[in-house]
């Protein structure tokens, strides 16, 4: 009883003099993921520019992103503040209305593809792709492959806070300061 109590006040103590200096500890940040359509709905209250992860299930590389990019705390509290993020299965079945246009699912080969998904990447399916959209839903720029946490940082951080529109790539990725 004695040693418990000696590691819950070591632990108390502990605590303490972290939180006292300054130093917090970091609560789990995740993604706040909806669908399209959520995307939709939520922009005709308050608009902001939609960020859509897609991706298939048998991708392995996107998992990786799932594990290793979007699940930094910087980049999830980032998304959530400045992005609709959208999950976006490249061969969901379900149909998905936007602007007066059905987007199906087209049987192809042993797997098929979402049309709304070949439409955003420009019908270069390839995995996973990242899509930025300004507020409108008009087109930014789709990113495929694979990003590392450090690289997307620098990405969402330059399509997130409008320095695409007046600042050149370069400019902006030689004078970026990472928050990782």
Known sequence: MKKMKLIFNTSLLTLFLLTSTGFTIDEKVE????????????????????????????CGWCKVMDKNTFNQPVIAKYLNDNFYAVKLDAEQEANITFRDQTFKFVPSGRRGYHELAAALLNNKMSYPTVVFLDENFNMIQPLPGYQKPDRFEMIVKYFGSDEY????????????ESSL
């Open 165 to 176: 529109k007046n600042t050149k790539w370069p400019d902006w990725e030689a004078n970026f």
């Open 31 to 58: 993604v706040n993921w909806i669908s399209f359509e959520e995307a939709i709905e939520k922009s005709k209250v308050e608009k902001k520019k939609i960020f859509i992860d897609v991706y298939t299930d048998w």
